[in-house]
């Protein structure tokens, strides 16, 4: 059974932000799927670094407007959208003036880790998740990549879990070669919170919750695991292995075929099961 609708929720592209191994394979990725008839949608942050006017990207109003409520704080959400010609791809972004206008990625201009980085990998997720439910489209597979997008598999298979867009969507987590230095702090358990969706998703976890951590939280809520890097951590395999979750190996540069085909592996074990 194949998986014809993908959901890309991604952590870079070029060429909105540099080349990266993460940024690559998110730019080129969803065009091969693309390029072999499934249909597809491709969502990143809009980071600061990304300049708006030389790659023509433009708020949609009638997507915006939401505020999303972290740690008792309103965070207003904005979708903006772009065009990769070449690849007849469209990218929607999710924007925030606190989050993401005027800052970097993960790290500032001295290099130094941004202490609210657990915050915006919690906005991103919701922030795509609200904006699918918008577009009323339901994809079969969600692929996320990388450590922005480790929150998606959580509230999928919690919180949104009887939304139409998402209660029969299977999701699969890609694992890079990126890491975040920083814990994510004792706080994070109170800006996760949303609806049924608290602290106690964490209890399994330390208090200062890990970079390793945060991957295995998404893994353990994900229906497949991608080791998408040559250096990707091997105790995240292993995680997924006790907890009989899918495994696709490192498959090399030759990627696109071994992903289509675990897109449909995972979907069709899904639906069989």
Excluded at 13 to 40: A, C, D, F
Excluded at 69 to 92: E, F, G, N, W
Excluded at 205 to 223: G, H, I, M
């Amino acid at each position: 059974m194949e998986a014809k609708k993908i959901l890309f929720i991604t952590q870079e592209i070029v060429p909105y932000v540099p080349e990266t191994e993460l940024s690559v394979m998110g730019r080129y990725l969803p065009q091969s799927i693309q390029e072999k008839g499934r249909e597809i949608r491709t969502f990143m942050p809009k980071w600061g670094n990304i300049n708006e006017r030389r790659n023509q990207l433009h708020e949609v109003i009638r997507l915006s407007g939401m505020n999303l409520i972290i740690d008792d704080t309103d965070h207003p959400l904005i979708i903006k959208v772009a065009s990769i010609q070449a690849a007849r791809m469209q990218v929607y972004f999710i924007d925030n003036d606190d989050y993401f206008m005027k800052r970097q990625m993960a790290t500032d201009e001295e290099g130094n880790e941004y202490e609210d980085n657990g915050e915006r990998a919690i906005f991103y997720a919701r922030g795509v998740l609200e904006t699918v439910k918008k577009l009323r489209w339901t994809p079969d597979v969600i692929h996320c990549q990388g450590w922005m997008s480790a929150l998606v598999p959580l509230y999928i298979k919690t919180a949104y879990k009887d939304e139409p867009s998402f209660c029969d969507s299977k999701v699969v987590y890609a694992l890079h070669n990126d890491e975040l230095k920083q814990n994510l702090g004792a706080n994070f358990g109170n800006c996760i919170a949303y609806k049924d969706v608290d602290a106690s998703v964490l209890s399994e976890f330390s208090q200062d919750f890990t970079f390793e951590e945060l991957n295995k939280l998404a893994v353990k809520y994900s229906d497949g695991l991608i080791m998408a890097g040559d250096k990707a951590n091997p105790n995240i395999a292993e995680y997924a292995h006790a907890n009989n979750i899918p495994v696709l190996e490192y498959p090399g540069e030759n990627y696109a075929d071994a992903y289509a085909d675990f897109y449909d592996k995972v979907w069709s074990e899904g639906k069989n099961g």
